[in-house]
């Protein structure tokens, strides 16, 4: 390779900058309600090392119990862990896709907060467990034991979509890639308010207050820029849109529901052991909702959902999980997925 030409001693001003380049030199701020989600991240910004972590006793708990609950932290943070790094190269489009500006920062805020969530999944299961992770702690009950093995293969299905992921962010617009994030904030924002709900442990309700109220904020950033973005898509953007629902649907029903089979490779014995986790950790306090509940949570958000985009005139996948009739999506892999929690 040459050295690159100086041109300062031959031209007054550089020529254009080439595009697309990855930083905008500007501050544009056009949508009103991004300017008011930032200034609610700013406000709410929590720390969770910085929660009341003083009344909460371990000890008090039997090992089947922190086993049981702790493995309910480990599901969750097989979204939450991977969010970080998702959200990060949003952020990134953002930036290469000269949003603006409010829009730039409210993708910054998600990034943030996502780690607040991974966070505090960790500092939850390292109290609980008193090992930093499910994957090398030696299980103390049966139960746990159980739990253990599901924990292995929900980390091994959920290191399966990055690479898709990183594929599908360039090749798709933002407006594509946030009909999938919408849906998983409509979920997130819906079992957290639960959970605080269902949770006798203090720090646990203040965390999911917190979560929820930030995922609450998440949906209304995907909110507000649909209501931007949609009434312009294209129709090919819309095929893939109808496909990513299902996809999401499959994959988030991994944490809001049950996983699914034909999607989620998991052993025979996985539902059951989820199942007697769940329900060890429902008698000791920490209020995971039963299998009722999730799935009418579950089918609200997809009803939510589903209005959102009726109105823009995109199809609905067909939901039959749930009820729901739609567009029939056979062919979802977990290549196809663009995850986010
Ligand atoms: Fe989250
Ligand atoms: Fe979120």
New binding site residues.
């Given amino acids: 390779m040459s050295p690159r030409e100086r041109l300062a001693g031959k031209m007054e001003f550089p020529p254009e900058t080439q595009q697309p380049n990855v930083y905008p030199l500007s501050w544009e701020s056009k949508t009103r309600k991004m300017e008011e989600i930032w200034a609610a991240a700013q406000r709410e910004n929590w720390d969770p090392a910085k929660l009341n972590w003083d009344t909460f006793d371990v000890e008090k708990y039997s090992w089947e119990e922190r086993e049981a609950i702790a493995y309910w932290w480990s599901i969750?943070s097989v979204?939450?862990a991977s969010?970080p790094p998702v959200f990060a190269a949003a952020l990134i489009k953002t930036y290469e896709a000269h949003e603006e500006d409010p829009v730039r920062r409210c993708f910054f805020s998600v990034t943030r907060?996502?780690q607040?969530?991974?966070q505090m999944c960790g500092l939850a299961i390292t109290k609980l467990l008193g090992s930093t992770s499910y994957l090398t702690h030696e299980p103390k009950s049966a139960l746990g034991e159980k739990a253990q093995k599901n924990v292995k293969w929900l980390y091994y299905n959920g290191a399966r979509y990055w690479e898709g992921y990183k594929r599908a962010v360039p090749k798709y617009s933002l407006a594509v890639l946030f009909s999938s994030f919408l849906m998983?904030?409509i979920a997130?924002a819906t079992i957290?308010h639960q959970m605080a709900a269902g949770c006798k442990e203090p720090v646990f309700q203040e965390a999911f207050r917190n979560?929820g109220r930030?995922?609450g904020r998440?949906m209304a950033i995907c909110m507000s820029l649909m209501e931007r973005d949609y009434p312009h898509l294209k129709d090919e953007d819309k095929a893939i849109i109808t496909k990513q629902i299902r996809a999401g649907y499959l994959f988030l029903s991994g944490v809001l529901f049950e996983p699914p089979e034909e999607f989620w490779d998991i052993p025979s014995d996985f539902i059951a052991n989820q199942r007697a986790c769940d329900e060890v950790a429902r008698k000791a306090g920490f209020g995971i909702p039963t299998y009722d509940q999730k799935k009418e949570n579950w089918q609200g958000a997809m009803l939510n959902l589903k209005g959102v985009l009726d109105k823009y005139g995109t199809k609905f996948p067909a939901i039959p999980e749930v009820g729901i009739t739609g567009e029939e999506i056979t062919d979802v892999e977990m290549e196809d997925i663009i995850p986010v929690?």
Avoid: C, M, S, V
């Fill in positions: 969750l979204f939450d969010a907060d996502e607040n969530h991974e998983g904030e997130a957290f979560i930030d995922e998440h929690f």
